[in-house]
């Protein structure tokens, strides 16, 4: 018995490189489907000036307040609706998708660029640059983050460029730690040693022995907090400290349908919903991401 199970195992044929990766990406599928949707939304954004029918900026009164198509008293010119000046709202949606987007790849770009230098400084050096940066990681980490906007919008004033910056500056502290423990372990791992005694530079050994084995995390932290600083942009917008009107901008705009939530709902509903499926999308992309990077995952 023991002979046939064991010639049945061997028989069975092994599942070829093709096959492994179809398996894995059906494991994920939640994770593929959330990636298709996010490249429709960033096509959507890309795209705008030829898929948007209207001008976001331009006021039309006598078509203000105007429901979605679909309810009573709706136009099928404005598919979503019209804003409180008579904007129209899909377009207005389209283009502030290109605004969070682009406030979301360049700040996450600030801060994984600054997070993952010091934090290589901070474990390959060690000692006294790694007891300078972990008190500056700590000091961030205490400083609320709506304190610091409004300090430095307040005095530099609200536009996209600062609204970057701000964001950008205050999110390197988590890809600093995690960098920093990655690297505390792989230095003293034999190739590292090895590099060493051959009179390899550090510059060599740190970006290209020791940062092409933290570059895993690095990407699953950065896709995630790209839909927070989404958030955040949002956030800042609805305050008035981010995007000003009248560019378009999902924040801004659900700051400016608030007030019309009882009477024309949809003013401030569909930007809503625009935050809410493109960070939903981004987190189910890089939680799958993270589980097709880790290798200690079997799918």
């Excluded at 490249?39 to 006021?59: E, F, K, Q, T, Y």
């Excluded at 050096?125 to 000091?139: L, P, Q």
Aim: hydrophobic letters at 55%; glycine letters at 10%; aromatic letters at 8%.
């Amino acid at each position: 018995m023991a002979t046939l199970e064991a010639t049945h195992a061997g028989s069975m044929p092994e599942p070829t490189g093709l096959q492994s990766v179809r398996r894995r990406l059906w494991r994920l599928k939640w994770g593929v489907a959330a990636g298709v949707v996010l490249a429709l939304i960033v096509a959507s954004a890309v795209l705008a000036p030829s898929i948007a029918g209207h001008d976001p900026l331009r006021v039309n009164i006598r078509h203000r307040l105007v429901p979605p198509a679909w309810m009573s008293g709706g136009d099928a010119a404005h598919l979503l609706g019209t804003d409180q000046v008579g904007r129209d709202l899909l377009s207005r949606i389209l283009y502030g998708g290109r605004v969070s987007l682009v406030v979301g790849i360049a700040a996450v770009s600030i801060s994984s660029t600054i997070g993952v230098l010091l934090g290589l400084a901070a474990g390959y050096f060690g000692r006294r640059t790694d007891w300078a940066i972990m008190t500056a990681v700590n000091i961030m980490l205490t400083f609320p983050f709506v304190l610091l906007a409004l300090s430095v919008i307040a005095v530099m004033g609200p536009s996209l460029r600062n609204m970057i910056l701000v964001i950008g500056v205050a999110g390197w502290p988590i890809y600093c730690r995690v960098v920093r423990a990655q690297t505390l372990a792989i230095r003293e791992r034999e190739f590292v040693l090895a590099g060493l005694a051959l009179g390899m530079s550090h510059a060599r050994i740190v970006f290209r022995q020791i940062l092409p084995n933290v570059i895993s995390p690095i990407v699953v932290i950065a896709t995630l907090q790209i839909a927070q600083v989404i958030i955040l942009e949002s956030f800042l917008s609805f305050l008035g400290l981010g995007i000003q009107p009248p560019t378009p901008a999902w924040g801004n705009m659900l700051g400016e349908g608030r007030i019309y939530m009882l009477n024309s709902w949809w003013i401030a509903t569909f930007p809503g919903l625009a935050i809410f499926l493109t960070t939903l999308v981004i987190n189910l992309m890089g939680n799958a991401l993270r589980d097709w990077l880790d290798p200690h995952m079997k799918l």
